[in-house]
């Protein structure tokens, strides 16, 4: 009998092929045997990148020694006109610096300080929320949205600056998406960069209404007038190793990502959390009974497990950033392959999520499984290690009450002829929207949920 061939240590990979189609339909373009391979090859003349799914490899990367393998400024270029030097883009002693003072803002009793807001914000998206075909994304946005503002600085969406900003950053989603070559290939200094037009225009409007806002939070603090929201801890809080706070110029760019990244990425779950229930109306009235019970108060989370692993599973199917990207600063080892300094190393949440040697029928929507135990190492929506997202924690209590809140009050239905299609833009969004038929639940409308037997 001839004995099996071995397993390839990694798989080759056309790169530009690979990258044209996750831009175009990044669920059934992708070659099919990415989704078994353990690393993938992307190989040319001048550069080379990994795609990493081993999980021994991911916490190499990402937890055991991530200063040897700091974020590819590539991949964080394109976003440099609206990101600055934030949090997003630096690495090393920067990079320490700015999470020294960022994650206090986070930390502890947080989560219950923002709740109130994030339960304003979702009462509200209920009532903006319009009934018959309506394209979830954009309601989705708006809600996130809503949330940022109210949590960082004691605003409502409907603020005059609020709106600007919503409205501009739409149009900055449309001319800037996050993949494109200069992710995988370095330009020499002499390249010039081609950010667009509209896509530095809306950069340079955004950053100035987020400066107008930062003053007028300064001018408060110092008179002692501030709200106790996430902006003011933020610009109060010293750095305990060097004694200093964040300038204005640095807290621009740190509000820009946390609305990128607190906005965009929220705004891309809660859609595909949507579309999900849509498509599964059992999981749907099982999140209706669930939040039949909701209160305003912050010991109503206890009660919504099975939302918070519909959000969860949301997540794994469509995770918002589909792709992490590092860079070796030596020569490594990967699986018998041998790196060079420089080289890419691309860790696939999208990948990861849907593994088919990590996950049990990997492309179902299937939230119970969160009842069990799940892959060690097989799911990333937020990152993990060191540069784990700060905001993971108040991510899913917006996303997990938002849902909730939405489907107590409207029942969605898929509508059959418009069924979304996941593309790379600065998360993984609908090529063309995620439109749903959306009614109002009525009174009695809601189901129960099953007693015990």
């Known amino acids: 009998m001839t004995p099996p061939k071995p397993e390839p240590r990694a798989d080759r990979v056309s790169l530009f092929g ?15 045997r990415l989704y078994r391979a353990w690393m993938a090859e992307f190989r040319t003349p001048f550069f080379e990148s990994y795609l990493c799914n081993d999980p021994a490899l991911v916490r190499l990367v990402l937890d055991e020694r991530p200063a040897d393998f700091p974020k590819s400024d590539r991949v964080t270029e394109g976003l440099r006109p609206l990101l600055g030097r934030s949090v997003f883009v630096t690495n090393g002693e920067d990079w320490l610096r700015q ?3 960022i994650d206090p803002a986070f930390e502890g009793g947080r989560l219950k300080e923002a709740f109130p807001a994030i339960w304003a914000a979702s009462a509200a998206a209920v009532e903006r929320m319009d009934t018959g075909e309506v394209e979830v994304e954009l309601a989705a946005s708006h809600a996130a949205a809503d949330v940022i503002f109210r949590t ?13 900003v919503f409205h501009e950053f739409r149009a900055y989603q449309r001319s800037a998406p996050i993949l494109n070559l200069g992710a995988f290939v370095r330009l020499p200094a002499w390249v010039p960069r081609l950010h667009r037009g509209a896509t530095r225009r809306s950069a340079r ?33 010293l750095d305990p190793v060097t004694g200093e706070r964040f300038g204005t110029e640095e807290m621009v760019d740190q509000v820009a990502i946390f609305f990128l990244a607190g ?3 929220s705004a891309s779950a809660l859609a595909w959390a949507l579309y999900l229930l849509a498509t599964h109306p059992e999981a749907q009235d099982r999140v209706a009974a669930e939040a039949a019970a909701l209160r305003p108060e912050f010991g109503v989370m206890g009660s919504l497990r099975f939302t918070r692993d519909v959000f969860r599973e949301a997540l794994r199917l469509y995770p918002p950033v ?15 392959r041998k790196l060079r300094r420089g080289a890419q190393v691309v860790i696939s949440p ?3 999520h849907r593994h088919e040697r990590l996950w049990e029928r990997p492309d179902a929507f299937d939230p119970d499984r969160w009842a069990g135990e799940v892959p060690q190492g097989g799911y990333l929506p937020f990152s993990r290690g060191p540069r784990v997202c700060p905001g993971a924690g108040f991510a899913m209590l917006e996303g997990t ?34 439109w749903l038929r959306v009614t109002r639940r009525e009174v009695g409308d809601t189901p129960t949920l099953p007693g015990p037997a």
């Not at 690979?18 to 099919?32: E, G, K, T, V």
């Not at 100035?208 to 002692?224: D, K, N, P, V």
């Open 18 to 32: 690979h990258l044209r189609a996750f831009r175009r339909d990044i669920l059934s373009a992708q070659p099919a």
């Open 99 to 101: 999470r020294r003072i």
């Open 152 to 164: 960082l600085f004691s605003i409502p969406i409907e603020d005059r600056v609020a709106q600007a």
């Open 205 to 237: 409007v955004i950053r100035g209404l987020i400066e107008g806002l930062t003053a007028a939070r300064a001018l408060a603090i110092a008179e002692g007038q501030a709200p106790q929201d996430l902006a003011t801890k933020i610009m109060t809080t």
């Open 263 to 265: 906005h965009e990425t």
């Open 322 to 336: 589909p792709m992490l990207v590092r860079e070796t600063t030596g020569r490594e080892e990967f699986r018998g």
């Open 350 to 352: 999208w990948h990861l």
């Open 401 to 434: 009450l938002m849902l909730a809140h939405l489907v107590r009050a409207f029942r969605f239905e898929a509508v059959p002829d418009r069924v979304p299609v996941p593309v790379a833009h600065l998360t993984v969004r609908a090529k063309d929207g995620i």
